[in-house]
């Protein structure tokens, strides 16, 4: 809204693993769009866009040179198909793309507060000037704190990328589990984002369920598990959970959520 902007949603759902695809990305561009912004790997969805996928990104927006690429790698280490790869390493796109990460996430920071952006020079300039008049810089002792994360050994990160793979492969086994889920298994983040759009006009005690959010207050009423609508995400056919908890939170939950849909007709 400060740059006048207008967003256009390019929808990839869970029939595409919620990934874009080139020929999309063509579609939706126009002599007006100044960025395409670009998660990976994704919050709702844990998608994770491969080298080839990226490329075949990249050579669309070699096409429109007068694009940026807003990056968003915040789960970078959090990733169970190997390698983390980043657009910015498609020589083209390197002096085109901010990258935005940080370490509330991989190094369980959030409250710290603190994140970065990278990229090329007038841009990183450009956002400097921004930040100054909306925001000020994190505290000297967080800053000190990041960098011990990252210079430091990065054994415990790799712990939590082994504990959330194994909940990711818990909490998909029992969701899949549950009738009318559709489920698309994440490759990233600790987030799952299932189709649910087979209960949509199921009722119970009076209440009919008419979207995601209706879903998501239901199984918080009912079944006392906080979930998300994916009307906040772009997708209101599918609800989010997260699986940032212990396997036998996961195990509590996913029982309480089959009891209470099962309840629905």
Known sequence: KLASGTPVIVSAGINQNFKITPNQLEQAITSRTKALILCSPSNPTGSVYSQEELLGLAEVLEKHPNVIIISDEIYEHINYRGKHESIAACSTMYDRTLVINGVSKAYAMTGWRLGFAAGPEWLISACNKLQGQYTSGPS?????????????????????????????????????????????????????????????????????????SDLAFYLLNKAHVACVGGDAFGDPECIRMSYATSDENIIEAMKRIKEALALLS
């Open 140 to 212: 000297s002792i967080s800053q000190k704190a990041a960098e011990e994360a990252y210079v430091g050994s990065q054994k415990p990160v790799e712990e939590m990328r082994k504990a959330f793979a194994r909940r990711r492969d818990l909490i998909v086994k029992l969701a899949k589990e549950i009738p009318g889920f559709e489920v698309s298994v994440p490759e990233g983040a600790f987030y799952l984002f299932p189709k649910c759009s087979y209960y949509f006009g199921k009722s119970v005690d009076g209440e009919t369920i008419k979207s995601s």
